[in-house]
């Protein structure tokens, strides 16, 4: 299942997306959660902290920069720019995903 939160800003998208990850979390559903905002607070409304949200923006704009190399796959992409937060979500903080894997 793929679910997509979107609105205008200030709406409540980062609330009601962090609520229903983790809720979704807790029956025992694997997460995964893309915080692909402008504006990438996700991680703070999941729980992982000022710092790990702060870690995850940096790289995400070293990317940007071009001082990091895109992921080439979908593992690797969790892997360097995603982190675990609470209730077993997994976060990412991105801003796109090049050539997209099916499923």
Do not use: Y
């Not at 029956?27 to 949200?53: K, M």
């Amino acid at each position: 299942m793929k679910i997509a939160v979107t609105g205008k800003g200030g709406s409540g998208k980062t609330t009601t997306s962090a609520a229903l990850a983790r809720t979704l979390a807790r029956r025992g559903l694997a997460v995964v959660a893309l915080d692909c905002d402008t504006n990438p607070n996700l991680g703070i409304s999941l729980g992982v902290g000022d710092q790990e949200t702060e870690r995850l923006l940096t790289l995400r704009e070293r990317l940007d920069e071009g001082g990091v190399e895109h992921a080439p796959g979908w593992d690797e992409l969790m892997e360097r720019f995603g982190t675990d937060a609470p209730d077993g979500v997994r976060l990412g903080v991105i801003t796109r995903i090049e050539n997209p894997e099916p499923g």
